[in-house]
């Protein structure tokens, strides 16, 4: 294994001092429990939205706290989930009286977690709702869910909900537009090689130089399978197909009824895409992968939207939702309407993400 890194055990708490130090005025960090949050809250009068997950996946979420994105995000161990008191405490840091909105991918530590911090938060006379995000359309269950894994939908609900929150969205209204995101998201990655957990010291898993992974997760899960080495067209339009033409499927999310004060079951109903709609093209790096390569990636998947009738509106690119040094990709397409347009605009002050200041 070749980092740089001191201590595996010291990966997490040194990265999280390195932040402190180079982004004053945007984060703080709050240690014992360990949560990043903006330099200027409470921001009062405003719904605080908070994210979290196992480390590893930087920028995301810690590098998109600031103005404009995420009150505070909660860093577990590398690819582990974070606790509920860290959870429970950063809402409490940065609560500015409209309530919390958390932000959970669909891995089943997270939910787990995170409805057990609603659950301690509410009990403190705090206001608060979790969304899931589950827009991974490669496998229905794997190994650390149960439902579609949560992945680079994540990254632009931040940064829409986020720009919300800024406008005073309150709660609910808040709540739903996150669900609007998530139900017209989707997403696939795919990777080249494996990486390397600093405390396991080995790769995660073996993949043969002459073969890919298509539909793997951001901690390495398998994904729809394994095969020869393909070139990035074939790549991309692998990933492209499989979202564009996944089909509408019914799911059940856990959700909080505060009329009834339980954890309720709620059925959505997903629209696939069609011709005609407007989208936001995503294109991220797994960690390893250089910039040079995701540009042809875009290209072709510019190309394949053009020939469905999709109009990319709006694009991203770049290394976001990592998993440390893998090699690899992933494509994440949402569908846009002029709400979700004016919000991703909005602009935005963060140590991964910066623009319209």
């Known amino acids: 294994m070749k980092k740089l890194i001191n201590k595996p055990e010291d990966v997490v708490k040194e990265e999280l001092e390195g932040v402190a130090l180079a982004y004053p005025s945007m984060v703080k960090v709050h240690f014992e429990p360990d949560f990043v949050y903006r ?120 940064k829409i909900c986020g720009a919300a929150a800024e406008k005073r969205y309150d709660l609910k209204k808040l709540a739903d537009l996150c669900r609007k995101v998530n139900i017209n998201g989707r997403s696939m990655g795919m990777a080249l090689t494996s990486c390397t957990v600093p405390m396991a010291g080995k790769p995660t898993f073996d993949l043969p130089e002459d073969e890919m992974e298509i539909g793997i997760g951001i901690h390495g899960e398998p994904g729809r399978k394994r095969l020869k080495l393909k070139t990035a067209d074939e790549i991309t339009e692998m990933l492209a197909l499989a979202i564009i033409e996944d089909p509408a499927y019914h799911r059940t999310v856990r959700e909080w009824d505060a009329g009834k004060a339980e954890w309720v079951d709620v059925d959505l109903v997903d629209p696939p895409f069609k011709a005609g709609d407007q989208v936001l093209a995503f294109v991220n790096g797994m960690g390893g992968t250089p910039a040079i390569e995701l540009a042809i990636i875009y290209r072709k998947l510019h190309e394949i939207c053009e020939k469905k009738g999709l109009k990319i509106v709006r694009n991203l690119m770049g290394p976001y939702i990592t998993s440390l040094e893998m090699q690899g990709c992933s494509i994440t397409l949402l569908k846009m309407d002029d709400e979700l347009i004016k919000l991703w605009d909005a602009p935005v002050k963060t140590p991964g993400l910066r623009w319209g200041i």
């Open 39 to 158: 330099a200027d809250a409470p921001v009062q009068g405003k719904v605080a939205l908070i994210s979290g997950g196992g480390s590893g996946h930087e920028p995301m979420h810690g590098g998109f706290v600031g103005m404009g994105m995420l009150d505070a995000a909660c860093p577990g161990q590398v690819f582990t989930s974070p606790t509920p008191d860290q959870m429970l405490e950063s809402a409490k840091m940065v609560h500015g009286g409209a309530g919390v909105l958390y932000l959970v991918k669909n891995y089943t530590g997270d939910v787990m977690n995170f409805e057990m911090a609603a659950d301690m938060a509410r009990a403190e006379g705090i206001d608060v709702l979790n969304l899931l995000i589950d827009d991974d359309a490669a496998v229905k269950d794997s190994l650390y869910t149960a439902g579609r894994r949560g992945v680079g939908t994540t990254v632009l609900a931040e």
